[in-house]
């Protein structure tokens, strides 16, 4: 089986090749910390989250970085406001933003770096820009010259004869700097300091980056010149990741990525989510109402990642009503798996459905499909458990129940769904599943299959286990 993703770059579905074989060097833009998180938030986070989730399942090893913008006009904005500093505002909301991802089961990013961390590389690269023709100083500002990379527009489609006929002239008299540019559509890579704001030297003068720079600089810094997948909200193609191209390629004359993946948008009651219109929803106050998690996370996952998904009070019913029958199914376990003689040290998972699942979610992150795979195992197990209930004995037999059940958890853990019983037991692995897993990665090591092992421990690392190797063996432990 192959898996394709629809790049928007060539606006089309392509076979995945990473650049290193079994390796995948992933970025995500992630959030400006101003505010705390909302639902347009939540569902990049959750789409990008089982993404890498779903590459690791495959057999991946993934270096997921994502970053956060501490330097920004919002957080100065907000600062002002508060009497604080860019820098106090700045850690609060990165801190809320854990919290928020943390309620939502979404795994922590390999790297996180911050714009304030990567001010060596943005320099470095506004220099090279400069070196090359691209960038020009301007009155202790620095400024792209978007004419001199022909390819400009080529991730957006669009051009500049256009967006300069679609300006009619506006945009000289709306742009405060467009006295200090050549040309109205370049944009600013270093910013000049300005009273009672944050600044640090430069070759130009006490300043700040420009938004673009900083996630050109920090993919450099922590991924290299070309990675395998960049990924983003649908808001960010033009111009944020189109300027991140122009930056990028024009420093290294290679691609910055391979492939631009991007989520759709989310409006509220059909219409955009804005604070103006009282319509704007942060996570916490969704889940705070309360609303399950896992049923947020399903609400998203059950729409095509690419598409506009309209957030709705019957949107989330209908998800939450969802949820109960995929939990039901994933504690079937713990209902009646003792009744039925489920054991502990059985890992066989139903390998049809299995593929069933690969062959659906390796369309572009085809999730939708892969749900409804989980809704007919979780459906099965439910008419199993009335049957048992009503008639003292299931129709099929308990070892083939047991299997689904597995299969079940296995797949939902894929998409970071995990179920609790009232009691606290979770639908998540026992110790004896994981020390067997463990002997059967040391098995494939020693055959020297890697790959398999590196599956393997993947396969670990989602559901929450950690492995520690050392001469002595495997230490393992939870979280």
Known sequence: ????????????????????????????????????????????????????????????????????TDIDDKILNRARLEG??????????????FEDMARLNIKEADEYPRATHTLDGIKRLVHDLEQKGYAYPSEGDVYYAVRQFNEYGKLSGRKLEDLQAGASGRVTSEDPEVRKKKDPFDFALWKAAKPGEPAWESPWGEGRPGWHIECSAMVRDRLGDTIDIHAG?????????????????????????????????????????????????????????????????????????????????????????????LKEGLLFDAQYGSQLGFTTDDNELDTDVVQRFQTEVDDDFNFPGGIAVLFELAKELRREGNILVHQGKTESPPQQLEKQWRTLVSLAQVLGLEAVDEAGVSSGISDAEIESLIQQRQDARKAKNFAEGDRIRNQLQDLGITLIDSPDGTRWHRG
């Open 233 to 325: 909200g649908a808001d960010l193609i033009f111009p944020h990741h189109e300027n991140e191209i122009a930056q990028s390629e024009a420093v290294t004359g290679k691609p910055l990525a391979n492939y631009w993946l991007h989520n759709g948008m989310v409006t509220v009651g059909g219409e955009k989510m804005s604070k103006s219109l009282g319509n704007f929803i942060t996570i916490r106050e969704l889940l705070d109402r309360p609303t399950d998690p896992m049923a947020v996370r399903l609400f998203v996952l059950m729409a095509q990642y690419r598409k506009p998904i309209d957030f709705t009070d019957e949107a989330i019913a209908a998800a939450t009503n969802g949820w109960h029958t």
């Open 84 to 97: 604080s500093s860019m820098e106090y505002v700045a850690e609060r909301y990165i801190q809320s933003y």
């Open 1 to 68: 089986m192959t898996l394709t993703l629809y790049n928007t770059l060539t606006r089309r579905k392509e076979i995945f090749e990473p650049l290193e074989l079994g390796k995948v060097r992933m970025y995500y833009c992630g959030v400006t910390v101003y505010d705390y998180c909302h639902l347009g938030h939540a569902r990049a986070c959750i789409v990008w989250d089982v993404v890498r989730r779903y590459l690791q399942w495959r057999g991946y090893n993934v270096k997921y970085v994502q970053n956060f």
